[in-house]
């Protein structure tokens, strides 16, 4: 992803979400960023919760939370942001 500095792999992130959780646990990520951690925690059936600043990163997730795996019916909370058209998805603000 050429649109944030910092960025890596999301089987990086996969492997120590994996290393360091279980299913259905809770992986928080601070500095989301493009979301990578949020997404390899969704692959592995992790739960996350995703901190950015950034309103051009958060743009980032926003576009490609479609592409995750996400299960029907997942409450996703966005908080002091617009939530994006998720199909299927909750939103709880």
């Known amino acids: 992803n050429k649109n944030h500095p910092a ?39 992790r739960r996350f919760v995703l901190f950015e600043n950034e309103e051009k990163y958060l743009n980032l997730i926003k576009k490609e939370i479609n592409n995750w795996n996400l299960n029907d019916g997942e ?11 998720l199909p299927n998805q909750k939103t709880l603000f």
């Open 7 to 45: 960025v890596f792999p999301v089987e990086l992130a996969k492997r120590v979400v994996e290393y360091y959780s279980f299913k259905n646990d809770v992986v928080l990520d601070p500095f989301a960023g493009s979301g990578t951690t949020g997404k390899g925690a969704t692959e592995l059936d």
């Open 75 to 85: 409450i996703v909370n966005w908080i002091n942001t617009d939530a994006p058209n």
